[in-house]
C-alpha cells in the first residue's frame, strides 16, 4: 500500500551502491526507517533536518518501508549552505532522534522540531541556537528547573532548581553561568555571557534528566568549533 506523509529526515546511511537508508520523524507515526531506492541519484536531494513528503510503499505490516519518492516541503537552503548550520543541524537531529527512541512522540513535539528547523534556517548568527534549542527542549519534556522568587547565587543540576545560596555538591556556581540558566529557561532574548560552560552545563542537565541522552561526538563537535 502506498501512501504519502510529512516526515523530517534524521538520519541517512548508504544502503547499497545506489540506495539509501533513511531515519525520519513521520508526523503521523513517530520514529521510522525506510529505504529510499535510488536515492543517492535523484534529483531531489533527501538530508538531514530535511523535512519532505515521502511517498512510502509497505508491502505488508512486518515488511520494510520503501521510499518510491520524496518532496520537499520547506526550502532549508541557508542550512545546508553553511557550514555552522550544518554542524548544529547534525547535533539537533541526533538530539530528536534519541528523544524520540527513549520518549516517544506526539504532534505538538513534530511541530516544536519543525519550528527550531524552521528558525535555525533563518537565523543570522546561529552561535546560541544549540543553547536556546536545548533548553527548549527539556521545558517540552516536562524537565524545566523550578525558577528562582530572587536572585540566585547557583543551580542544582541534579533537584533542577536555582538556589540563592549554593547548599550541595550538585550546583554551579559560578554567576554568570547561573544568570544565563536564568535567562535560556525564561526564554528571554539577549546575549549568552559564557556560552561553552552554559552549553556543558545544559548538556549535562538534559543528561542527568532525560533517559538516554548520550550525544558524546556531537556535543563535542558543537563544543569544539562553536564554543572553543
Known amino acids: 500500500m502506498k501512501k504519502a506523509v510529512e516526515v523530517i529526515v534524521l538520519d541517512l546511511k548508504s544502503y547499497s551502491e545506489n540506495s539509501l537508508w533513511v531515519c525520519f520523524f513521520s508526523k503521523e507515526n513517530g520514529l521510522q526507517n525506510g529505504i529510499f531506492k535510488g536515492g543517492k541519484k535523484k534529483k531531489t536531494k533527501a538530508l538531514v533536518l530535511g523535512i519532505y513528503e515521502f511517498i512510502i510503499y509497505k508491502p ?31 547535533f539537533l537531529a541526533d538530539s530528536y532522534k534519541c528523544i524520540l527512541v527513549n520518549s516517544g512522540s506526539d ?15 533563518k537565523v543570522e548568527r546561529p552561535g546560541s541556537i544549540p543553547i536556546f534549542f536545548l ?51 525564561n526564554n528571554t532574548e539577549g546575549k549568552i555571557m559564557n556560552p561553552k560552560e552554559s552549553f556543558d552545563v545544559l548538556v549535562d542537565y538534559a543528561k542527568t534528566h532525560i533517559s538516554g541522552f548520550n550525544l558524546n561526538k556531537s556535543i563535542d563537535v558543537i563544543r569544539d568549533v562553536l564554543y572553543n
Do not use: H, W
Open 135 to 185: 533548553a527548549k527542549l527539556i521545558d517540552f519534556l516536562g524537565y524545566r528547573p523550578l525558577m528562582p522568587k530572587e536572585e540566585a547565587q547557583s543551580f542544582d543540576i541534579v533537584n533542577g532548581v536555582f538556589n540563592p545560596t549554593t547548599p550541595s555538591l550538585n550546583t554551579v556556581i559560578k554567576i554568570d553561568v547561573v544568570k544565563d540558566m536564568c535567562f535560556v529557561f
Open 60 to 90: 505488508s505490516e512486518d515488511g520494510l518501508q520503501t521510499i518510491i519518492s520524496i518532496d520537499r516541503l520547506v526550502p532549508l537552503e541557508d542550512i545546508f549552505f553553511s557550514p555552522e548550520k550544518v554542524l548544529i543541524a547534525f
Open 107 to 121: 504532534a505538538s513535539f513534530y511541530s516544536l522540531v519543525k519550528n527550531q528547523i524552521t528558525t535555525l534556517n
